[in-house]
């Protein structure tokens, strides 16, 4: 089994077809397939499944992928500790955002560091979805806020400060709550995925999650905040998806004296890309550019 298979094979899946990762790696799509099939008869396993629209990926494929990944991931992390002197970081780099922060935020620094490091490439998605970063193949994710228990390891960014807010239309019709456990009777809209949601304020110095329901529940910030905006209820979001419209009139704060000091954002990535030198760069740089950036 040759390597180049193995990259070939990874490419394949990561396209969904032969023409796709034909044209990304520069070869001809006969020659793709051919290498393909070689390394199933070297495995003896089937770990496609061919149709004529699109590939679909066997168990044992998706496994012999997951591998693969790891495998090409840690090649490439020892060719750039062996270079890094000379060349600086290098390979691609899978990444996934939340949606907002990412337009906000990562796009300026992305393109910039982009211009800085010419070796380096990004696939991005930028999404709401909590991803599973090792069983989707990514390289490093960003996450905002605590992190569940996990084998990912997680590098603090930088700390944002969360907000809690209404539209004055709201206010004239509900009236504002004045302590957090006011937020029973009102209509909170909700962020995030499916079960109980629970708000943390600090109430006579001591940090208290106060439950809340509404009317309205998604996993995009935007979604939220806009529905707060249209007066249908109160909403707990980051400064940078709200910020514009409290500085407006849109939105005004409330429960500001309860609030905790910050949320952290961090960006997580597998044990086996530790020693990645486009992560390690990539994240002091995203570390450095984001403290200038927010003042918690």
């Not at 709401?128 to 997680?154: K, Y």
């Not at 439950?211 to 806009?226: C, F, Q, S, T």
């Not at 400064?239 to 961090?266: C, M, N, R, S, W």
Request: glycine residues 8%; hydrophobic residues 45%.
């Amino acid at each position: 089994m040759q390597l180049d298979d193995m990259r070939i094979f990874v490419a394949t899946v990561d396209a969904h077809n032969f023409t796709a990762a034909a044209k990304r790696l520069a070869l001809s799509k006969q020659f793709v397939s051919r290498r393909v099939m070689a390394l199933e008869e070297a495995l003896g396993v089937q770990l496609l499944i061919r149709n004529t629209r699109k590939l679909a990926v066997t168990e044992l494929g998706q496994e012999f992928y997951e591998r693969a990944r790891r495998i090409l991931g840690e090649v490439e992390d020892a060719e750039q500790a062996m270079s890094l002197r000379r060349a600086g970081p290098r390979g691609l780099l899978r990444i996934s955002a939340p949606m907002s922060f990412g337009m906000t935020h990562l796009s300026p620094l992305v393109a910039a560091f982009l211009r800085e490091h010419g070796d380096v490439r990004f696939d991005m998605e930028l999404s709401d979805r909590t991803v599973d970063v090792v069983g989707e193949g990514f390289d490093m994710a960003i996450r905002i806020g605590a992190l569940p228990d996990s084998t990912l390891i997680a590098q603090k960014l930088v700390d944002v400060r969360m907000v809690v807010c209404c539209s004055p239309g709201y206010v004239r019709r509900r009236g504002a709550p004045v302590v957090p456990a006011d937020l029973a009777r009102h209509s909170c809209l909700l962020y995030g995925h499916g079960g109980v949601v629970s708000w943390d304020f600090v109430v006579d110095g001591v940090s208290k999650g106060v439950e809340v329901n509404g009317p309205l529940r998604a996993n995009n910030g935007e979604l939220i905040r806009d529905a707060a905006v249209a007066g249908l209820g109160i909403v707990r979001l980051p400064d940078f998806i709200v910020a514009e419209a409290v500085q407006v009139g849109k939105l005004v704060a409330v429960l500001e004296e309860f609030l905790p000091a910050a949320t952290t954002v961090y960006a997580v990535y597998p044990q086996h890309r530790q020693s990645s030198v486009g992560i390690r760069v990539f994240v002091e740089f995203l570390r450095g550019e984001l403290r200038k950036r927010f003042v918690a």
